[in-house]
């Protein structure tokens, strides 16, 4: 957290500690780290918890079938994460920023990382090696909620196999892994929902005294996916927003 204000030009990091370098380095190399995870999960979850199951008919269906989808919405959102840039203002209105000389509209700051100013940031995320901002928060927001939920579902599926055959290293492996992400995940995914909730990020939050909330969590939720139905938001796809991240009325919204 503390290092993601750093990014942001907030506070001065500590004297001649390499931020951006090891921020750049760490990237590509966290991605792919996180992609063989999935696998390794994925191989154990198909080819040792779900022929444990396979009496059950019905619920090895079924299970194959969560399991099925729960990879795609993981894979897709994380992918999105990486893919889709947060967006960045252009244009010399003023206020500029005085790193990189283009409009800084409300709610955007300049990652040293990127150098460059991102739409509505929150944070440099090393694990996607992108900034999150305007256009990608959303697909973050739903990694984080897939993710978590994946874990829980691993953990519960998979411990009675786990009693049954004690000796499977890869089970025992990915259990624990599992097991530990998820409670990981139900602190820091949950906090990330808890701002948007709020209609607010981590920077602002922190550092920030001002509020841009919509007024409802709803609304908060909207300008973040580009809908409020909470099916929608729910189901992986790609989303349209309805915000360009230039303008931000300043309110005084409790949520």
């Known amino acids: 957290m503390t290092l993601a204000i750093y990014i942001a030009g907030l506070i001065p990091s500590p004297k001649n500690f390499p931020t951006k370098e090891l921020m750049q380095s760490?990237?590509?190399?966290?991605?792919i780290l996180f992609y063989l995870l999935v696998g390794f999960i994925t191989y154990s979850y198909f080819a040792i918890v779900l022929p444990w199951h396979i009496e059950n008919k019905i619920l090895s269906g079924t299970m194959t079938s969560i399991g099925i989808f729960i990879l795609y919405a993981i894979v897709f959102s994380y992918t999105k994460c990486i893919t889709t840039q947060p967006g960045s203002p252009s244009g010399t209105n003023e206020p500029l920023c005085n790193k990189c000389k283009v409009s800084k509209p409300s709610r955007s700051h300049h990652c040293s990382v990127c150098d460059k100013c991102v739409l509505k940031m929150d944070h440099h995320c090393p694990w996607i090696n992108n900034c999150l901002g305007?256009?990608?928060?959303?697909?973050?927001?739903?990694?984080?909620?897939?993710?978590?939920?994946?874990?829980?579902?691993?953990?519960?599926?998979?411990?009675?196999?786990?009693?049954?055959?004690?000796?499977?290293?890869?089970?025992?492996?990915?259990?624990?892994?599992?097991?530990?992400?998820?409670?990981?995940?139900?602190?820091?995914?949950?906090?990330?929902?808890?701002?948007?909730?709020?209609?607010?990020?981590?920077?602002?939050?922190?550092?920030?005294?001002?509020?841009?909330?919509?007024?409802s969590w709803r609304k908060n939720l909207e300008v973040i996916f580009g809908t409020s139905s909470l099916?929608?938001?729910?189901?992986?796809?790609?989303?349209?927003?309805?915000?360009?991240?230039?303008?931000?009325?300043?309110?005084?919204?409790?949520?």
């Open 231 to 255: 099916t929608k938001i729910l189901i992986p796809t790609s989303y349209k927003l309805l915000s360009d991240g230039t303008y931000w009325p300043n309110t005084l919204h409790s949520i």
């Open 26 to 31: 760490l990237g590509i190399p966290l991605i």
């Open 134 to 215: 305007m256009r990608n928060h959303c697909y973050f927001l739903l990694f984080l909620l897939y993710l978590d939920i994946g874990c829980f579902f691993f953990t519960t599926v998979s411990f009675p196999v786990v009693l049954s055959i004690p000796k499977n290293g890869i089970l025992i492996t990915s259990l624990t892994l599992c097991g530990v992400f998820s409670i990981v995940l139900l602190g820091f995914g949950g906090w990330h929902w808890f701002l948007a909730f709020r209609g607010t990020t981590t920077i602002e939050y922190f550092c920030e005294d001002k509020t841009f909330s919509a007024g």
